[in-house]
C-alpha cells in the first residue's frame, strides 16, 4: 500500500493546488466509475494517479463524481484542515484496494464480494448528507451526494455506490483485466459476445497486434 504523505499546509496555496490539478490526463476504461477508480492505481508499474489529495480531487472532478465548485472548496478544506485531506486520501488507497480485490476476484470468491459489502456499508454508514438529482452544464442529469458535517466523509460516496450497482445488477462477470500483462487495468465487457479482451485498442490492443506483426515477421 502506498503511504505518500500529504504535503505540508505551508506548501499548499491555492493556485498551486489549482495548478495541480489540471496536470493529469486520467484514462476512464473502465466503463464503470468504480472501475475507473481501481485503475488510478497500476497493478503492475509504480504509478499512481492519486498520489497525493489534490490528485485525488482532480480525478473525481475529471469523472464528473464532483463539480467544479465543490472540487474547489475540497482544495480549500485541504489548505485548512492538512490532516483531514491526508486521512482521505488513505481512506480512498483502503476503498481502492477492496475494489481491486472484488473486481480481479470477486466473481468466483463469495468471500471476496462480503469483504467489499463490508467496506461498501463501512463508507456508506459514516457519510451523513443529502443525495440530488442535479442538471449539468451540458443540459445531462447527474445524481450527486452533499455531505454534511465532514466534507471529507463523503467523498467517496459515488464510488462505492458504483460498486453498490455492479454487485446488485450481478455484473462481476462481466468485469475483465486487460490481457495485456503489463498493464493491469480493469473494465466492464459489454459486448453482445462478452468477447472483449483489452482494456483499450488504441494502446494495448495495437500492441498486441504489433507484437503479432513482429512474430511472424520473424517466422517468415
Known sequence: MLTTAMPQSADLTLPTLV????????????????????????????????????????WLES?????????????????????????????????????????????????????ALAEINRVLGRSAGTRRLELRADGTFARSFVPVGDAFAGLMIPIVESAADALILGELPRVRRCADPRCGRVFFDGTKNAARRWCDMATCGNRAKAARHRARLKTS
Open 63 to 115: 469523472a464528473i463524481a464532483l463539480d467544479a465548485e465543490r472540487a474547489q472548496m475540497m482544495r480549500r478544506r485541504a489548505i485548512q484542515q492538512p490532516s483531514g485531506a491526508t486521512a482521505a486520501l488513505m481512506d480512498a488507497r483502503r476503498v481502492r484496494a477492496a475494489l481491486r480485490t472484488l473486481a480481479e476476484r470477486g466473481a468466483m470468491a463469495p468471500q471476496v464480494r462480503l469483504d
Open 19 to 58: 495548478a495541480r490539478s489540471a496536470r493529469a490526463a486520467f484514462a476512464f476504461v473502465g466503463e464503470r466509475l468504480w472501475l475507473d477508480f481501481v485503475n488510478t492505481e497500476s497493478a503492475t508499474q509504480a504509478s499512481d494517479g492519486i498520489a497525493d489529495f489534490d490528485g485525488l480531487v482532480a
